[in-house]
């Protein structure tokens, strides 16, 4: 009995040692974060004092042995938070950045691959700079052009974000294909939307990016024909029609491309959707799913009796988006009754559903 109380007796003991514990370690870090918000506030607040001071008085040059605070992590986010605010309601604050181009390379471009963090973080500052000029971001864009390969993920977007925003369609196409011979996958969605985000000619990009689609990896060339895509530009469509007959190209980007040709309503494009379409026997389905879902926009008899063919598909993609685009072009009613009172009970649901769908 003696010894069950003493086990108590330990345990709880043990158990008022955690808590305190626990307790003790919150205070620290609340401290810490307290200490740490005020540093980095007061931070902020010198750099805000010395752009005030350089726009006031015309002088826009910084003693470089202030910029020299850059080199730690606090000095460099006091830095952009500070420009930023200013920024918002007064552009000129460029001529700062400008001014002191040299000192931010020497300091900022001292992080090395241990630093990835940092890296990370200026190539982010770099992407909110607004530097569209090659004069202004050329020495900037080749240190973008090194964080590539960096192991970080968040590094190499946030130097792709700083690439496109300068809007040099050379950098940008040279990052396509260092990354591309380095085989480094990235993300096809971030990849689009950074596309999507360039802020030069986009059509100089486009030619850049053709040029070279060959030579990149599949993730960069899925970019680049969704950029196109989002564009509306038809230029290279008769070469991407070819690049989607090769045997060798992936279903990803047959798919993709598809997307891109259905686009334009011509007969080439219509003849060869047809035949995907009138083709059971493939086992891409994907293709055939979206050759489906990409009918609905092109006009003819010929699509339309295609699709018909399609809804009675093995695939159950393939008959959802053939009921789809022939719910949504209106077919003629003794199509309609010659599916309803067939043998194919799928096709004749998955039509019901999308007619009862569109029509609700």
């Known amino acids: 009995m003696m010894s069950f109380e003493m086990s108590i007796q330990n345990l709880l003991m043990v158990y008022i040692l955690v808590i305190l514990i626990f307790i003790a370690a919150n205070i620290v870090i609340f401290t810490k974060r307290t200490v740490d918000a005020r540093k980095e506030a007061k931070i902020k607040a010198f750099w805000l004092q010395l752009f005030n001071q350089c726009l006031a008085s015309g002088n826009y040059g910084i003693d470089g042995r202030i910029m020299a605070r850059l080199k730690s992590q606090n000095g460099l986010i006091g830095f952009y938070e500070a420009y930023h605010e200013i920024y918002v309601r007064d552009v000129s604050v460029r001529k700062i950045i400008a001014a002191n181009k040299q000192e931010i390379l020497r300091e900022c471009g001292r992080y090395g691959k ?57 950098a940008v196409a040279e990052a396509f294909c260092v990354l591309s011979v380095a085989h480094i996958y990235h993300n096809v969605k971030l990849l689009s939307d950074g596309l999507i985000g360039f802020t030069g000619d986009p059509e100089a990009l486009q030619a850049l990016l053709f040029g070279h689609f060959s030579e990149l990896d599949e ?75 990409a009918a609905a926009g092109l006009s003819g008899k010929a699509v339309e009796d295609a699709l018909l063919v399609s809804l009675t598909s093995r695939f159950w993609y393939v008959r959802m988006n053939s009921a789809k685009s022939l719910a949504k072009r209106n077919i003629d009613h003794k199509k309609i009754l010659a599916i309803m009172n067939g043998d194919d009970r799928f096709a004749r649901e998955e039509l019901v559903y999308e007619l009862e769908r569109i029509g609700e």
């Open 114 to 170: 241990s630093h990835l963090t940092m890296r990370a973080y200026f190539a982010y500052f770099c992407s909110a700079l607004d530097m569209r000029v090659a004069d202004e971001h050329d020495e900037y864009a080749q240190l973008m052009l090194s964080y590539l390969t960096d192991h970080s993920v968040f590094c190499r977007e946030n130097a792709l974000k700083a690439l496109y925003s300068f809007g040099s369609a050379d």
């Open 219 to 293: 993730p960069y060339q899925l970019a680049v024909v969704n950029y196109l895509r989002h564009t509306g530009n038809a230029k290279y469509d008769q070469s991407m029609l070819e690049i989607f007959r090769d045997k060798a190209t992936g279903t990803d980007l047959k798919c993709t491309i598809l997307r891109l040709i259905a686009l334009q309503d011509n007969g080439e494009i219509r003849s060869e959707i047809c035949k995907i379409l009138r083709d059971d026997n493939n086992d891409e389905w994907e293709v055939t799913a979206v050759a489906a879902n």
